[in-house]
């Protein structure tokens, strides 16, 4: 095995999706506190006024915010050095737009970082993981507002120095790409993302399926933009706070393939993979956007007279220090609308006929994360890289003991890992793998329990049943001889 020494293993959480305790200690209401959940069939819920009769997932998720201490402490024991996790926004400023932080949100953040320190673990922080406080949805229309840029540069700057010698690594905002995924016509993309919604459907009185929620191009470009503009500050914020800061940007790599060698495929491909993936990725690496976005914004009729000079200066100026990304499926592109479909991480593609998909018909494929590490190096040389979520949501059976042998979730690792070895030896920068949701959480897409993903199960269920209590599945054991042997010992 060829992991550096130093190399960092772990894994990724995020506060919407784990913390629970929605309204605690001052908390404001967030995008995700506002959705029903679904399944693989039904799209999540939008239902504006929380109803105290409907199951809002993310308002107790799996309440890590009263058992940090013992999941931290089972992080340790698989012998982690780093855990990713976000920072819920609206525990820090609970309408987005307040004069001054909440204390017992700083306060509680406090203890998570001391007790991960506690043991020889080191916070990688999202500031913004799908968290953006709900008053900003409603008051400023998300990101589409330039007010939402200070706003989050506020945010980021109070976090940066009430935290700054717990923190080292930050990344800005989880998966920027997504409003660009699917045609960018997913609600969920433009919600989660951008916190952008149309009046008409901020104002509904009736449940709205994300998949039927309005979408504006323009708005969601200009958004998207204001988002590349607050990213950039806050990455010079951070900077000038603490210049040891390492901060990073977070793109949903989609990695798709052409279905057949028909060059309409390789170029429908070649052009599905710059705007879904590259067009992000380039802003915030190399601090411009791409010619090729320029010639999509034209054919889209987006009028890009927001992308100012003084903008540019600031993208120029904040380009991060490492590229992080989550991989968990590819698909196919083909331009014959015949071929068969299939589902993905808040995408759609064609269907592979080589690879297996899980039961939420994500397509399995690490022979895909050694190509898209090394595509990531040929794209972005001089940067470090760093798998931040990698993972299978999968059913899992409890047995009459309590033991829960989650052999597939083992293969799925043991081959990713495999994979990413294989790539380090190709020659690419990877400085750490943190797997998504090791323990059990909210699925964000589905905002299901039963679509578990972790090393350590949760006593929680989609009725609303279960005690939290948390238990240690095969994959538990097994990642632990994982982190502990680095890498060498897969099993
Ligand atoms: C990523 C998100 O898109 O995929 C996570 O960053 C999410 O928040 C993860 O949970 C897995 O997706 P899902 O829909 O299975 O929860």
């Given at each position: 095995m060829t992991f550096p020494k130093d190399f960092l293993w772990g894994g990724a959480t995020a506060a919407n999706q784990c913390e629970g305790a929605y309204l605690e200690d001052g908390k404001g209401l967030s995008v995700p506190d506002m959705l029903l959940g679904g399944d693989v069939d039904t799209p999540r819920t939008f239902l504006p006024k929380t109803d105290p009769n409907a199951f809002y997932p993310s308002h107790e998720a799996i309440d890590f915010y009263h058992h940090y201490k013992e999941d931290i402490a089972m992080f340790a024991e698989m012998g982690w050095g780093v855990f990713r996790l976000s920072i819920n926004w609206g525990r820090i400023f609970p309408n987005g737009d307040d004069a001054e932080p909440n204390e017992a949100g700083l306060a509680f953040y406090d203890k998570v970082f001391d007790e991960c320190h506690k043991h020889g673990i080191e916070p990688l922080v999202t500031l913004c993981h799908y968290e953006i406080p709900w008053n900003i949805v409603t008051q400023y229309h998300g990101f589409y507002s330039r007010q939402t840029i200070d706003l989050f540069t506020k945010y980021a700057r109070t976090c940066f120095e009430r935290y700054k010698d717990k923190v080292k690594y930050w990344l800005t905002f989880n998966e920027i790409n997504i409003p660009l995924m699917g045609g960018g016509h997913s609600g969920l993309g433009n919600l989660y993302g951008l916190g952008l919604m149309q009046d008409e459907d901020i104002n509904s009185e009736t449940p709205i399926p994300l998949s039927d929620l309005k979408d504006n191009p323009q708005m969601r470009f200009e958004a998207l933009h204001n988002?590349?503009?607050?990213?950039?500050?806050?990455?010079?914020?951070?900077?000038?706070?603490?210049?040891?800061?390492?901060?990073?940007?977070?793109?949903?790599?989609?990695?798709?393939?052409?279905?057949?060698?028909?060059?309409?495929?390789?170029?429908?491909?070649?052009?599905?993979?710059?705007?879904?993936?590259?067009?992000?990725?380039?802003?915030?690496?190399?601090?411009?956007?791409?010619?090729?976005?320029?010639?999509?914004?034209?054919?889209?009729?987006?009028?890009?007279?927001?992308?100012?000079?003084?903008?540019?200066?600031?993208?120029?100026?904040?380009?991060?220090?490492?590229?992080?990304?989550?991989?968990?499926?590819?698909?196919?592109?083909?331009?014959?609308?015949?071929?068969?479909?299939?589902?993905?991480?808040?995408?759609?593609?064609?269907?592979?006929?080589?690879?297996?998909?899980?039961?939420?018909?994500?397509?399995?494929?690490?022979?895909?994360?050694?190509?898209?590490?090394?595509?990531?190096?040929?794209?972005?040389?001089?940067?470090?890289?760093?798998?931040?979520?990698n993972g299978f949501g999968a059913f899992d059976q409890v047995e009459a003991d309590g033991s829960i042998h989650d052999d597939y979730r083992i293969a799925y690792f043991k081959e990713h890992i495999k994979a990413m070895d294989e790539a380090v030896e190709d020659g690419v920068p990877l400085i750490g793998y943190t797997t998504w949701g090791p323990i059990d959480l909210v699925s964000a897409g589905t905002g299901q329990y039963a679509k578990r993903y972790g090393f350590i199960y949760v006593d929680r269920h989609d009725d609303g049943t279960g005690d939290f209590s948390r238990s240690r599945k095969d994959s538990f054991y097994w990642y632990q001889k994982v982190c502990q042997s680095n890498g060498a010992d897969l099993g």
């Open positions: 988002q590349f503009v607050a990213s950039a500050l806050a990455v010079q914020a951070g900077h000038e706070i603490n210049p040891d800061f390492k901060i990073g940007n977070m793109i949903a790599h989609i990695t798709t393939y052409p279905l057949t060698p028909n060059p309409k495929d390789i170029l429908e491909n070649q052009r599905n993979m710059h705007i879904s993936n590259d067009l992000c990725g380039d802003v915030q690496v190399r601090g411009a956007y791409p010619d090729f976005a320029f010639r999509y914004f034209k054919e889209n009729q987006i009028d890009v007279s927001y992308i100012t000079e003084a903008d540019k200066e600031i993208l120029k100026e904040g380009t991060v220090d490492f590229y992080t990304f989550s991989y968990y499926m590819t698909n196919c592109i083909t331009v014959d609308e015949s071929a068969e479909k299939i589902g993905g991480n808040m995408s759609m593609g064609a269907k592979n006929p080589y690879l297996k998909a899980s039961d939420w018909g994500w397509q399995i494929d690490p022979d895909g994360l050694r190509y898209t590490l090394n595509l990531l190096h040929d794209r972005y040389p001089d940067t470090p890289l760093m798998v931040v979520e």
